[in-house]
Nanobody, 126 residues
Framework: QVPLVASGGGLVQSGGSLRLSCAAS????????MHWVRQAPGKGLEWVSV????????RYADSVKGRFTISRDNAKNTVYLQMNSLNAGDTAVYHC???????????????????WGQGTQVTVSS
């Protein structure tokens, strides 16, 4: 069983909304800070958002601030990403990732996360 499974992606028109989910298993979900990271076609990884272990602390990339909302349900071992006002620049594969420690190195990579999900495709048509 894969530790992180993301779902909820799809094709949406510009201005639309999607809600991504990421179900965790095989580790103690409530002990980990959960991140969303995306990769647009032909580009590198872009950090999107993080939520603290109890859900009270959240952070967002400037590119999504005010449009995306991260949340988690520790009883369901699931983290969510509500995405509103989507535009073509949001087209990417969205990965959920778990990291036990606070923050990320300046030059972070996938290897800095303890668990990494397989990703779900989000395509925004203009």
């Amino acid at each position: 069983q894969v530790p992180l499974v993301a779902s909820g992606g799809g094709l949406v028109q510009s201005g639309g909304s999607l809600r991504l989910s990421c179900a965790a298993s095989r580790f103690t979900f409530s002990n980990y800070r959960m991140h969303w990271v995306r990769q647009a076609p032909g580009k590198g990884l872009e950090w999107v958002s993080v939520i603290g272990t109890d859900g009270t602390t959240t952070r967002y990339a400037d590119s999504v601030k005010g449009r995306f909302t991260i949340s988690r349900d520790n009883a369901k071992n699931t983290v969510y990403l509500q995405m509103n006002s989507l535009n073509a620049g949001d087209t990417a594969v969205y990965h959920c990732a778990a990291r036990k420690f606070v923050g990320l190195p300046i030059s972070w990579s996938q290897r800095d996360f303890d668990f990494w999900g397989q990703g779900t495709q989000v395509t925004v048509s203009s």
